[in-house]
C-alpha cells in the first residue's frame, strides 16, 4: 500500500531540491556514483590528495596526469570503506553480507589504484623521445562554487597564456 491516493500517478520529485534530496535516497557507499565527493566530504581534501600525488609524480602529460587523477580517485573511495568497514565492525549485530560486499569494492580500488600506478610507471621509465618533457597543469573546477584550483608547476610569469 502507498501513502498516496493513487500511486500510479506519482511523478516523483518536481522541484530541483526534491530531486536533489531524492538522488541521495539509496546511496550506501557511493562506489557506484558518477561522482568522486560525495555528500558531507570536504572537496579541498580530495584536491589536496590529488595535488600530493601530482607532485608525487610529476606528470609531464595529459595521458599520466589521468592516470594520476585515477590513482587519487581510487584512494578516495578506498578510505570511504576503509571507514565505512569500522562503522560496520563497531555494530552489535555484524552485517557480514555489507561487510563482504565492502571488503569486494576495497579490493576493486586497490587493483584499480595499482593498475594505474603500474601503467604510470610504465610509462614514465619508457625511452619514448616523442614524449613531450614540459610539465603540464592541472585545474580542479569545484562543482559547488564553480571556482578553478590549478595543481602542477607554478604559472610562469613570462608566459602570459599561463595566468588565469
Not at 46 to 65: C, G, R, Y
Not at 105 to 132: I, K, N
Request: contains cysteine; hydrophobic residues 30%; negative net charge.
Amino acid at each position: 500500500m502507498s501513502n498516496q491516493p493513487e500511486p500510479g500517478k506519482s511523478t516523483g520529485p518536481r522541484t530541483a531540491a526534491g530531486k536533489a534530496v531524492s538522488r541521495n535516497n539509496a546511496f550506501k557507499h557511493g562506489m557506484r556514483s558518477r561522482t568522486v565527493i560525495m555528500p558531507g566530504e570536504d572537496p579541498g581534501e580530495n584536491a589536496a590528495l590529488l595535488n600530493d600525488i601530482v607532485e608525487d609524480f610529476k606528470p609531464s602529460t595529459k595521458h599520466e596526469h589521468w592516470l594520476l587523477k585515477q590513482m587519487a580517485d581510487a584512494r578516495w573511495r578506498l578510505e570511504r570503506l576503509k571507514g565505512i568497514e569500522t562503522a560496520l565492525l563497531s555494530e552489535d549485530d555484524i552485517d557480514t553480507e555489507e561487510l563482504d560486499r565492502n571488503s569486494r569494492w576495497q579490493m576493486r580500488m586497490e587493483q584499480s589504484y595499482y593498475r594505474a600506478y603500474t601503467r604510470l610507471q610504465a610509462f614514465q621509465e619508457s625511452d619514448d623521445v616523442s614524449r613531450p618533457q614540459s610539465p603540464v597543469r592541472l585545474c580542479w573546477v569545484d562543482p559547488t562554487t564553480g571556482e578553478k584550483e590549478y595543481f602542477g608547476p607554478p604559472d610562469d610569469p613570462e608566459d602570459p597564456a599561463s595566468r588565469r
